[in-house]
């Protein structure tokens, strides 16, 4: 019940500071942003068959291609009138790399060759080789570039926040009282009760990891971008990173648990030792999948509430699409701020069990 | 689209993960969570020090007042006792002053009257000298003139015999 109570009080301190900032110099920085935000998701919704009336739209296509991996940043529009930032595709095939931009592929409708290799795009934006070589993917597509988004964000957010810090040394101002409150609420109310008295060493791996998948998730939420932490190659390596830290500092105790689970018959060892192998990787099984699931789910259902105007004005007509429409869009707005909470919570939980994970194997048992 | 693409980690995509992710933490490491870290851990044990210091300031304070009123109370005994001690020094200078002015008056006094006594007498003595002379020298002159004539000095010297003989 505790950390529910510091999630209250985290959540509320962001809150405050979101308000105060909104009633003074952002307010009209937070209105514009709602407003693109409509736009932007009415634009990129927009059925590009509305000849075809008499069949109903199938939203499916759209929201995959929402929250899949892309090799090139799509704004707005489809097809030929479609706005799409090109990014470089990295290619590693039998040997050698290839380097050039996604506008090459024209969507999809012309090959590019280098040398005697010919690389095309399939129907899921996937590259693939004509002549049947397996080329390896290393290209900097849409999350990747996000990423990179994100490292240029927090590297400003936090390495100025650092240089503040270190010149001040009254109370903190500006950047550095939003920031520093966030730090400490980490170090102090995630990362020291879990992990214990040596939980310094951890101390910059957590804090990355917790503000890596908050800036990530914050801004998977921005109109036109990535579904970053909703992607599960990301958050798999996250998680891997956490079973590697874990294991790694396990200690003794921690190992016999595992190998000599104390209290157990042996006769039941066969099964014990299995199940607590298993165990090992379930947990951060479960941390990759519960950060994946919960932030796709949350893009799947605002792109879902958004595609039901489109789906009623398939069926219904325009009249249709007005009824439902406003109903649409205050539910897409309650869901818009439901994900900013998940945002946070699902950045604390991944740290919060990483942290817990690690204090489980670093505990000195007398 | 195909659903199961949804679960299928892309190899591209973790490598730049891995990538992304090592460069923040090595980065956020040395130029984020250390400075901002260490001043707040710094700043909190300057607040610590600092009300602490006031703590101990404060308490030197009272000390200081409670010493200022020690010593208060014992300079005003002191200046009681001094006072007292004034008062007693006086009283006793004037006592000892009254006893020995009566002393000297009396020793005056005293002087005087023998003073007087002994010029009485003196006096007295002198008178009687100067009577005892007065009455040779009336005497005299008596005799001389009675003893002028010549049967007088007869007479008087047959007298005188007559009362040698006698004795």
């Given at each position: 019940m505790l950390s529910a109570l510091n999630i209250y009080l985290f959540l509320r301190h962001i809150l405050a500071y979101i308000l105060k900032m909104s009633n003074t110099r952002l307010k009209p920085l937070f209105t514009l942003l709602f407003l693109i935000g409509i736009i932007f998701h009415l634009k990129a919704e927009?059925?590009?068959?509305?000849?075809?009336?008499d069949e109903l739209y199938n939203p499916v296509p759209a929201i995959m291609h929402h929250i899949s991996d892309s090799h090139e940043w799509h704004l707005w529009g489809e097809g030929e009138g479609s706005v799409s930032i090109p990014l470089p595709v990295i290619l590693y095939t039998a040997g050698s790399l290839d380097i050039f931009m996604s506008s090459a592929f024209h969507h999809g409708k012309s090959n590019v060759k280098i040398e005697d290799r010919e690389y095309s795009l399939d129907s899921h934006g996937h590259v693939f080789e004509t002549s049947g070589l397996h080329p390896i993917d290393f290209s900097i597509t849409k999350n990747v570039a996000s990423m990179f988004l994100a490292l240029i964000v927090m590297l400003l957010l936090f390495v100025l926040t650092g240089l503040k810090s270190k010149r001040n040394f009254g109370a903190p101002t500006g950047l550095a009282s939003f920031i520093e409150p966030l730090v400490l609420f980490v170090r102090d109310d995630i990362i020291k009760p879990n992990i214990g008295s040596n939980y310094k060493k951890y101390l910059p791996y957590l804090l990355t990891l917790f503000f890596f998948i908050l800036i990530n998730n914050l801004l998977g939420l921005l109109?036109?971008?990535?579904?970053v932490t909703g992607n599960i190659a990301i958050t798999l390596v996250l998680s891997f990173i956490t079973l590697i830290v874990t294991n790694i500092s396990g200690n003794k105790s921690y190992w016999s648990h595992i190998f000599k689970p104390p209290g157990v018959p042996l006769a039941l060892m066969p099964i014990m030792i299995p199940i607590e192998i298993v165990g090992i990787f379930t947990k951060p099984f479960a941390l990759m999948i519960r950060l994946f699931a919960n932030i796709s789910a949350g893009h799947i259902i605002i792109l879902s509430l958004i595609s039901l105007i489109f789906m009623a004005q398939s069926g219904l007509g325009n009249a249709g699409a007005f009824g439902v429409a406003p109903v649409s869009v205050l539910f897409v707005l309650f869901m818009y701020l439901i994900e900013v909470l998940v945002a946070f919570l699902q950045a604390y939980i991944f740290t919060l069990l990483t942290s817990l994970f690690i204090g489980l194997a670093t505990v000195e048992h007398h | 689209m195909d659903p199961m693409s949804l679960v299928t980690p892309a190899i591209g995509l973790m490598f730049w993960t891995c990538i992304i992710f090592t460069l923040l933490i090595v980065l956020l490491r040395k130029f984020a969570w250390k400075p901002i870290l260490t001043a707040v851990d710094d700043r909190n044990e300057q607040i610590n020090s600092a009300l602490k210091a006031a703590d101990k300031a404060r308490l030197e304070i009272e000390n200081l007042n409670n010493d200022n009123e020690r010593i208060l109370l014992e300079a005003k005994s002191e200046r009681d006792q001094l006072l007292k001690e004034a008062r007693d020094i006086k009283d006793n200078i004037i006592n000892e002053a009254k006893e020995k002015a009566s002393n000297e008056a009396e020793n005056i006094l005293n002087a005087a009257k023998s003073q007087i006594e002994n010029e009485k007498m003196k006096a007295i003595t002198e008178l009687k000298n100067s009577v005892a002379v007065l009455s040779i020298d009336i005497a005299e002159k008596v005799l001389k003139n009675e003893l002028k004539e010549k049967s007088n000095q007869e007479d008087f010297i047959n007298s005188i015999l007559k009362n040698s003989e006698l004795n």
């Open positions: 927009s059925p590009s068959t509305s000849n075809n009336s109109p036109g971008a990535a579904n | -």
